[in-house]
């Protein structure tokens, strides 16, 4: 059945079976004494048994033959990239190879080390602080101003997940993770959509609580714009506009059709940038897209946006109105298993987009945010001055 509908090429029907037996049906279902198969185990979705899970933990939700198929394309490339990447003991190739191989995907058992290498996070630990910096942080959590509000969101982040959702291991290690960047960094502090984020990353660099810190300390203080994490969240509208920008020049149809329709570039991809995507795609997509970011900075943030509204264009063109795009938007984001084909259209399929011509448009739209917030901010004074005041 499976050859038949993947139009008969043997390799696909080979992973695909792979992800049925090993990754799906219960443990022994095709055994010798088919143990597994009186365990009343139902694929995908049960009620009795846990989902499906992928190589971290997170629930996979494989629900059409095409995301099936998707899924196995995706375990066949860790097992190639693993080839290439266990060829380089943990030493990083020249600049033009290593590019190649990010780009290609830093498969699940070599992100731990790759990550915090390629993203200067390890020289950035060097030279910032003393060998016990993070566990002195660590310590001090009781002076954290944001411990409340970490406590409120810890529950709700990836709450199916067997390790983050256990209160002893993976709550514990991102609370820890959490309340000591707010003390690292009092100016951002603790901002919702950080959560999801050391979520993913401590999950994909082997829970190693210290490197999944300086990891979020790289993403926040060098790859995201400045005020992208702060209490108004400017840089985020910063982004947001950007974006909408590049959205015209790029996808110019799209762009009039999001007009027509009143949707704003903020409706749909604010979530993608606070939460570096980890919250919007399912994390295997999702890391692809941070093997990218971690090595070649914050184009790839607008390159994979870009590249998810080029996918999907055809049909967002036919929905008629705003509620349906993002609804059409979400949809696709949160199932999109193909992540070797994003990154294709995200690096092959947008044209050229250099950080240096990213940064000129941010330039732009940081004086028009830096202007409307102080619009806002006469206005509020303006309306409190003309509040009548007690006894009057």
Not at 96 to 103: M, P, S
Not at 262 to 274: E, M, Q
């Amino acid at each position: 059945v499976v050859l038949s509908a993947v139009d008969h090429n043997e390799e696909v029907a080979f992973w695909l079976l792979v992800v049925l037996v090993e990754r799906i049906c219960f443990p022994g279902t095709f055994g010798h004494n088919l143990s597994g198969s009186h365990q009343d185990y139902v694929p995908l979705v049960s009620s009795k048994t846990e989902m499906a899970r992928d190589c971290y933990g997170f629930d996979l939700c494989l629900e059409t033959p095409a995301q099936l198929a998707d899924y196995a394309r995706t375990i066949e490339q860790n097992a190639q990239q693993s080839v290439h990447w266990g060829k380089l003991g943990k030493k990083l190739p020249s600049d033009g190879k290593l590019k190649k191989l990010v780009r290609g995907g830093i498969p699940p058992t070599h992100r731990a080390w790759a990550w915090y290498e390629i993203s200067g996070a390890r020289l950035l630990k060097e030279k910032h602080a003393s060998p016990s910096y993070y566990a002195n942080l660590v310590k001090a959590a009781s002076l954290s101003k944001a411990a409340e509000q970490v406590e409120v969101d810890l529950p709700r982040t990836f709450p199916g997940h067997p390790y983050l959702a256990c209160p002893d291991t993976g709550m514990r290690a991102m609370r820890s993770i959490l309340t000591s960047y707010s003390l690292h960094n009092p100016q951002v502090g603790y901002c919702q959509g950080l959560n999801y984020i050391v979520g993913v990353v401590l999950s994909a660099v082997e829970r190693n609580e210290e490197v999944a810190f300086w990891l979020l300390v790289v993403l926040v203080e060098r790859i995201c714009f400045p005020g992208t994490f702060g209490h108004n969240l400017s840089g985020a509208h910063v982004e947001m506009k950007t974006l909408q920008d590049l959205i015209q020049e790029k996808l110019p149809r799209l762009g009039a059709h999001m007009a027509a329709l009143g949707c704003d570039a903020s409706l749909i991809a604010t979530d993608w940038f606070l939460t570096v995507y980890c919250a919007s795609m399912p994390p295997e997509t999702a890391c692809r897209v941070l093997d990218a970011l971690f090595y070649e900075g914050a184009k790839v943030l607008f390159r994979v946006a870009l590249a998810l509204l080029k996918t999907a264009e055809a049909a967002l063109l036919r929905v008629d109105n705003a509620g349906d795009f993002m609804r059409t938007v979400k949809d696709f984001v949160s199932g999109l298993y193909n992540a070797d084909g994003l990154m294709r259209v995200a690096f092959d399929g947008i044209g050229s987009l250099s950080l240096s011509s990213v940064d000129a448009v941010r330039k732009l739209k940081e004086q028009e945010v830096k202007a409307l917030m102080e619009q806002r901010r006469q206005q509020r004074s303006s309306q409190a001055a003309q509040r009548p005041t007690a006894g009057t």
